[in-house]
């Protein structure tokens, strides 16, 4: 069993080449680059409220970071630094070994340095803090959507909430198609590339933690705008597709939380180089609907027919 101290040494201080100073003293140092405005973002993970206490731990380590790294897309950021507060029942070395190297993949794929956090016992728990930079006047706020912007969103949406679904006994799936679902759940691939495309074409952006209805209404809120969505144009995996008959269908699409993609909105205009931005990326970008200048968010079928909303859940929306 470690100290507290060896217990720092051994997990979470590899180096940090792109800090001055990292893990091991009072503070870490940090050049920013100049000129560049410094983003940051907070998220906390409770075991039993954001993932299962028994949770593999090297997929925690990947998640707990990837979804603040999704806050850094979202923004347009590109990632620098990250710092780890983590709370733990009791040291067990084999876990820690695994969160930390899950913790560490997510990092080295997207270029993030861990340079210091915290370490306490109690119930297990995990903040992570991330730290981005993006160039002044080219962050993706949530307040610049204006009527006229195509909705736009990355990805397919509802696999994680069907995963979440299985888990928990509402649908059965074939080992394979849990596997793929599941991991769209538990390892999510944070949109970091094309936040940093959609820098100087985005008019607002953020990612879809919540599901897409609560997300896009924190948009709309923000920009004080409404918008359609056409429901036939929501992008679903294949695996998703063929649940269409199940009763949680659209509650998961439109509702279910967990997927990371990025929602956005844009000018008209910018079709053509955001479908470019797709196709270099290798990444599904879908029209969903349109920006409107009356407060709202309505979801309309083929035929043009409103869907209610409240019968998936969803009964925010300040207007
Ligand atoms: P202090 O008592 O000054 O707060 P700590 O003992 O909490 O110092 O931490 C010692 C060093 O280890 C600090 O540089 C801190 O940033 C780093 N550290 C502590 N916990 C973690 C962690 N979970 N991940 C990364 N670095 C950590
Ligand atoms: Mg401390």
Redesign the pocket.
């Known amino acids: 069993m470690s100290s507290?101290?060896d217990?720092?040494?051994q997990?979470?201080?590899r180096p940090a080449p792109d800090a001055i100073l990292?893990?091991?003293?009072?503070?870490?140092l940090l050049q920013v680059t100049p000129g560049m405005l410094l983003a940051v973002s907070t998220d906390t993970l409770v075991a039993g409220v954001h993932f299962f206490p028994d949770a593999d731990p090297a997929l925690l380590g990947w998640k707990s970071l990837a979804v603040n790294l999704s806050d850094l897309a979202a923004m347009g950021a590109t990632p620098r630094w990250a710092?780890?507060?983590?709370t733990l029942p009791e040291v067990d070395d084999e876990w820690l070994a695994a969160y930390a190297d899950g913790l560490y993949r997510c990092a080295a794929q997207h270029h993030i340095s861990?340079?210091?956090?915290?370490?306490t016992r109690g119930a297990l728990c995990m903040t992570l803090t991330v730290m981005g930079e993006v160039p002044p006047g080219a962050a993706l706020r949530r307040d610049g959507a204006q009527a006229g912007d195509t909705v736009w969103v990355s990805g397919c949406l509802g696999d994680a909430a069907f995963a979440l679904a299985a888990i928990q006994g509402h649908l059965n799936l074939s080992d394979t198609d849990f596997a793929t679902l599941s991991t769209r759940l538990h390892a999510p691939v944070p949109r970091v590339a094309l936040g940093l495309a959609l820098r100087q074409i985005a008019s607002s952006a953020i990612d879809l933690s919540d599901g897409l209805l609560a997300d896009l209404g924190h948009i709309l809120e923000r920009s004080q705008v409404g918008a359609e969505l056409d429901y036939t144009q929501l992008p679903v995996s294949e695996l998703v597709h063929d649940l269409a008959a199940h009763p949680a269908f659209d509650r998961c699409v439109l509702a279910g939380g967990d997927d990371y993609e990025l929602c956005f909105t844009a000018p008209a205009d910018k079709q053509d180089a955001i479908t470019a931005i797709g196709a270099s990326l290798g990444l599904r970008l879908t029209a969903i609907g349109q920006i409107s200048a009356e407060a709202g968010l309505r979801v309309t079928d083929g035929d043009g027919l409103a869907i209610a909303l409240d019968s998936v859940g969803y009964d925010h929306f300040a207007s």
């Open positions: 507290e101290f217990l720092i040494r997990y979470f201080s990292g893990a091991g003293d009072d503070c870490a710092t780890l507060a983590i861990l340079v210091g956090g915290d370490t």
